[in-house]
């Protein structure tokens, strides 16, 4: 027999106000009716009233957490609808704060996993090394989140050498104990048992319901932004597109903590490799109407 | 493949009904013939593998554009298909998601948000419009006025 359960739209596991409503037949969930609108504050329509450098400001603030991610996207679409050239430091410094983003998430998304199956030993770990991550980014860009790193034409602040020098020893460490993390969590009995098969999201629903990112990725669809419109520094750094067939939450997990890894060698990478001098701007003064993709 | 072997595979299927397009290096725009919008649509999806990444809408004064945008991926380019929706009373297009089920949300926002009508949609239900909005403001309207709202 069915049973519904609502959940929200103030639940203690929710980030933000949304509202569930589940129908479960025993174990298995079988339908959910979604309120998503609670917290809409029609960023789009706000935005039409600012400047195109003004924007970003705003849209920094779509997600609490990732606040580069969508300036990133709102620049690239302005300096494609105005043919707007990024000087290549610029290029560097938001590869490198995007990557440190992505390690950062990617941290949170796991030890919530593992908060949510109850399994608060993954959580304490993620998120303890989670926070080295975001003391990095304090470092280079001043804030641990809410970066304010982009703009239209390219970034707002300057990376010093020494700082980046200084991250080093960070990273080293990051790696160690995400890997020990990945050969944790593969290992564990319990978490196998409470992971391994369960949400499937087959390979056609997942391209049928436009499924992007790590989600995408762990239904064996090879789709990467990075890979496939490369923008920033991606088409120079050797990184690999992480795939898992299976489509399960497990699979989930495996590919955001390998690619918590490759984000490192690629942070890695970028130090090495990004110029120490050189604009990191290219003032644009006008851009026209149009559309671009970001 | 690039945009413009597309364009011409394209041609090959739907002859001058394909209608005028812009591209570039990474984006082929179209503006075929209402008629046989959904053939192309369900082409491009079907045949190609083409990846709806979203739909975008603007309020053109004169009109409504709907915006289409299809990613193929391994090709590393997007082709975006426009499709104009006469400003009236009650403006409304065929909806295509019973044809590609990731459509459902993207439509849905369109709906409350500038009121153009999904016909034979299969959940027209409220996605994000705050409750104090009535069914019939349309918040991303050019002629809808944030400064004039009341607060309740």
């Known amino acids: 027999m069915a049973t519904t ?26 339908d959910v009716d979604v309120q998503i609108g609670y917290n809409h504050r029609g960023i789009e329509k706000l935005s039409e009233k600012k400047t195109f450098n003004q924007v970003p400001f705003l849209v920094e603030r779509v997600c609490g957490i990732c606040s580069h991610s969508h300036p990133y996207a709102y620049c690239l679409a302005v300096e494609d609808c105005g043919d707007i050239e990024v000087p290549e430091r610029a290029k560097y410094i938001r590869t490198l704060i995007g990557e440190l983003e992505r390690i950062h998430s990617h941290l949170l998304w796991a030890g919530l996993a593992g908060h949510f199956i109850g399994y608060d030993t993954v959580f304490m770990w993620a998120w303890k090394y989670r926070e080295d991550v975001l003391d990095l980014l304090e470092l280079l860009t001043g804030n641990r989140n809410a970066y304010a790193m982009m703009k239209p034409g390219g970034v707002q602040r300057e990376i010093n050498r020494s700082d980046l020098e200084e991250a080093r020893p960070t990273l080293e460490t990051l790696k160690d104990k995400s890997e020990m993390l990945y ?10 048992a409470r992971l391994e098969g369960v949400g499937v999201l087959p390979k056609e629903d997942a391209r049928a319901f436009g499924a992007l990112g ?30 898992r067939e299976e489509g399960d939450t497990l699979a989930r997990v495996e590919v955001r903590l390998l690619e918590t890894l490759e984000a490192i060698t690629m ?23 149009g559309e671009g993709k970001g | 493949m690039n945009p413009s072997t597309f364009k011409e595979e394209l041609s090959g299927r739907f002859g001058w009904k394909l209608g005028q397009s812009q591209e570039s290096e990474d984006r082929l725009y179209l503006n075929p013939e209402p008629e046989i919008f959904e053939k192309l649509i369900t082409s491009i999806y079907e045949e190609n593998g083409g990846r709806l990444a979203t739909i975008s809408c603007v309020d053109e004064d004169s009109q409504f554009r709907l915006l289409y945008h299809f990613a193929l991926d391994a090709e590393g380019f997007m082709v975006t298909v426009k499709l104009p929706v006469e400003k009236e009373e009650n403006p409304s297009v065929e909806s295509i998601a019973n044809l590609i089920p990731g459509a459902e949300w993207i439509e849905r926002e369109i709906m409350e948000m500038f009121g153009i009508d ?35």
């Open chain 1, 5 to 30: 359960i609502p959940i929200g739209p103030y639940h203690p596991l929710q980030e933000e106000p949304e509202h569930y409503l589940l129908t479960v037949e025993e174990e298995e969930v079988i």
């Open chain 1, 214 to 243: 790590p989600t995408s990725r762990a239904s064996g669809l090879p789709a990467d932004v990075r890979a496939d419109f490369p923008y920033g520094v991606y088409d120079r750094l050797d990184w690999k597109v992480i795939t």
């Open chain 2, 118 to 152: 999904f016909l034979n949609h299969p959940a027209k239900k409220r996605l994000l419009k705050a409750e104090a909005l009535g069914d019939k403001d349309f918040p991303y309207r050019k002629d809808f006025d944030v400064e004039n709202l009341e607060d309740n």
């Open chain 1, 267 to 289: 942070v890695e990478q970028i130090i090495d490799e990004m110029p120490d001098t050189g604009p990191i701007d290219s003032e644009p003064e006008e851009v026209p109407p």
């Open chain 1, 183 to 192: 050969g944790a969590v593969l290992d564990d009995p319990v978490l196998k």
